[in-house]
Nanobody
Framework: QVQLAESGGGLVQAGGSLRLSCEAS????????LGWHRQAPGKQRELVAR???????YLTNSVEGRFTVSRDNAKNTIFLQMNNLKPEDTAVYYC?????????WGHGTQVTVSS
């Protein structure tokens, strides 16, 4: 099993920055795909960013150019650097891990961007 622990959420003014971290433990390897989803109130959960074991990355269009996803395999940790935050980014951000067989979720960290 995989356990995921997010941290780094908080309240920030529009235009500010936050850095989210997700430490993975358990049955995880450098080939496990790691990423972030977010869910705003009343909306569906959406994929924000993903990074594979080969460091190939994906960012959804709404955050491309503002967010950066990275991982430290030695620490089994994924990061989401969020710059130029907008109120539309307000959501609970969930870390996920995908080993090709199972999908695991963290409990989420709240990001609130005030206008």
């Amino acid at each position: 099993q995989v356990q995921l622990a997010e941290s780094g959420g908080g309240l920030v003014q529009a235009g500010g920055s936050l850095r989210l971290s997700c430490e993975a433990s358990g049955r995880i390897s450098s080939t496990t795909v790691l990423g972030w989803h977010r869910q705003a109130p009343g909306k569906q959960r959406e994929l924000v960013a993903r990074i594979g074991g080969g460091m190939a990355t994906y960012l959804t269009n709404s955050v491309e150019g503002r967010f950066t996803v990275s991982r430290d395999n030695a620490k089994n940790t994924i990061f989401l650097q969020m710059n130029n935050l907008k109120p539309e980014d307000t959501a609970v951000y969930y870390c996920h891990a995908d080993n090709g067989v199972e999908l695991f979720w963290g409990h989420g960290t709240q990001v609130t961007v005030s206008s």
